[in-house]
């Protein structure tokens, strides 16, 4: 099947603690993104890379670093994990062409206990 | 001011009705327009894109943009209870990099049997 797909689903970790949620397309899209959805629902762009290279760095904690070893995939490491991490995370892709949407993975659930 | 605006809802119509969805935006140099579904748990999913001012069809959904009043909305005639979700209005661009979409904050939609 062609998607974003990222894993895990589901990831309940408790604070301080470090935790990597992975991500990879087949679309042959080249740019990427991660998106934070909190409780309130609001999808916030935080990273985008085209090609694997960083083109939109939103004001994030130091603590989130993306890594794109490739343009198929788009890591998010997460160190100290906080409270206020807990949240949904999407992963998302699109063509380079600048009006293509985005197609979304089916997201990653924190919880930072 | 935030840079795309939504009514957060919750908007209730009953079944059959037409719902009626807005959205403004902040950028004038914003190129492209593009709503999302959201039901509860899943992922964003794309329903309808426009570009130009007027008005775009697609089955039961009717897309609308005015880039003068720098407003969206959308349309959806005889609406079904599946509908009932939570709506979000993306922006992308600015004009500087078109690879950059921003969400509104999301309506919520009930529709009632």
């Known amino acids: 099947d062609t998607a974003v797909s990222q894993t895990p689903k589901y990831l309940v970790t408790q604070m301080g603690n470090d935790k990597s949620i992975k991500c990879e397309q087949n679309?042959?899209?080249?740019?990427m993104y991660w998106y934070k959805q909190d409780s309130k629902k609001f999808l916030k762009i935080m990273f985008s890379?085209?090609?694997?290279?960083?083109?939109i760095n939103e004001t994030v904690p130091n603590r989130f670093s993306p890594k794109s070893p490739d343009k198929a995939h788009l890591n998010l490491h997460i160190n100290s994990l906080e409270l206020g991490d807990s949240a949904v995370y999407f992963c998302?892709?699109?063509?380079?062409?600048?009006?293509?949407?985005?197609?979304f993975g089916n997201g990653t659930r924190l919880t930072v206990t | 001011q935030k840079e795309v605006e939504q009514n957060s809802g919750p908007l209730s119509v009953p079944e059959g009705a037409i719902a009626s969805l807005n959205c403004t935006y902040s950028?004038?140099?914003?190129?492209?327009f593009f709503w999302y579904r959201q039901y509860s748990g899943k992922s964003p999913e794309l329903i309808m894109f426009?570009?130009?001012?007027g008005d775009k069809e697609d089955g039961r959904f009717t897309a609308q943009l005015n880039k003068a009043s720098q407003y969206v909305s959308l349309l959806i005639r005889d609406s079904q209870p599946s509908d009932s979700a939570t709506y979000l209005c993306?922006?992308?661009?600015?004009?500087?990099?078109?690879?950059?979409?921003?969400f509104g904050a999301g309506t919520r939609l009930t529709v009632k049997p």
């Open positions: 998302a892709s699109s063509p380079r062409t600048g009006n293509s949407p985005l197609h």
């Open positions: 679309l042959g899209h080249d740019t």
């Open positions: 890379y085209n090609n694997k290279e960083l083109i």
């Open positions: 950028d004038r140099g914003s190129q492209s």
């Open positions: 426009i570009y130009s001012n």
């Open positions: 993306a922006v992308k661009g600015p004009s500087l990099n078109n690879n950059d979409m921003r």
